[in-house]
């Protein structure tokens, strides 16, 4: 079973209470430099190769000294993601789909610079700055086009789980290059065959009417992209849409209440 640790929640919000006045020699590093240097390796090299002992090395120390600042190896990766996640800086006002665009753009380029973020569960995120940051600048993003709040959290959600997805698509595409040397085109035309040989056109009348017509001859990466464009803004349609119905039957219900109160 998996337990939590109460280690890390003082290690994430390290930024947030006042440094205590040093006692007796200086430390050698610092929690920033552990993190960063973990960041850099991972970029560079995936997250695997990250390790206590390889952050050690880089940093010309033992690797039991590592401990004294990060406890394991977990804590590690969770004060990692918390620390990309920060990084995006998502701050700013405007119109709903100006705020969601800009939290979509800050975080495919977040997963573009640190792709092995595709190898990092999304389901229990450290619960640090940055993973609040994000929820808050989504909902209040949302909230700004007056839906009633117990609708604010399922459109956030929705928001941010189809723009994460899309994102960790393009990473997890970038990591699969890096470590086969083949493009995702490249992998498809490898696996021609399966068309020529094994493809009932019988059985997949709409995918053959679609082929014949040409929609599928843009590559892999262009048709992810497209996909993920229509179904932001269909997204996006539907909860301004709703929340203009949640307007007007707002305002009828003031008006019958008004009626029955003298």
Request: cysteine-free.
């Amino acid at each position: 079973m998996e337990e939590f640790s109460p280690r890390i929640l003082p290690l994430l919000w390290r930024r947030s209470v006042p440094a205590r006045k040093a006692v007796g020699r200086p430390p050698r590093l610092s929690i920033d430099l552990v993190v960063s240097t973990a960041i850099r390796i991972a970029d560079a090299e995936g997250l695997e190769a990250a390790s206590m002992a390889r952050v050690a090395a880089e940093l010309s120390v033992a690797t039991m000294s590592l401990y004294t600042y990060v406890p394991s190896r977990p804590e590690l990766a969770d004060l990692m993601v918390d620390e990309v996640f920060w990084a995006r800086d998502l701050r700013g006002e405007g119109a709903f789909r100006d705020r969601v665009r800009h939290y979509a753009e800050r975080t495919f380029a977040m997963y573009r610079a640190h792709p092995w973020l595709a190898e990092v569960s999304r389901a229990r995120p450290p619960l640090g700055p940055g993973m609040l940051a994000e929820q808050e600048y989504v909902l209040a993003a949302v909230a700004a086009l007056g839906l009633p709040l117990r609708q604010l959290n399922p459109a956030a959600t929705a928001i941010s789980a189809w723009v994460t997805s899309a994102a960790r698509h393009e990473a997890e595409s970038a990591l699969l290059r890096r470590t086969t040397g083949l493009s995702t085109d490249e992998w498809w035309l490898q696996r021609g065959e399966l068309w020529e040989s094994w493809f009932d056109v019988e059985a997949h009348p709409t995918m053959t009417a679609i082929w014949n017509g040409g929609a599928f001859d843009r590559g892999a990466d262009e048709q992810a992209q497209d996909a993920y464009e229509y179904g932001l803004g269909l997204l996006l349609e539907g909860i301004e849409r709703w929340a203009e119905l949640e307007g007007v039957e707002g305002a009828e219900r003031s008006v019958e209440g008004d009626d029955r109160v003298p």
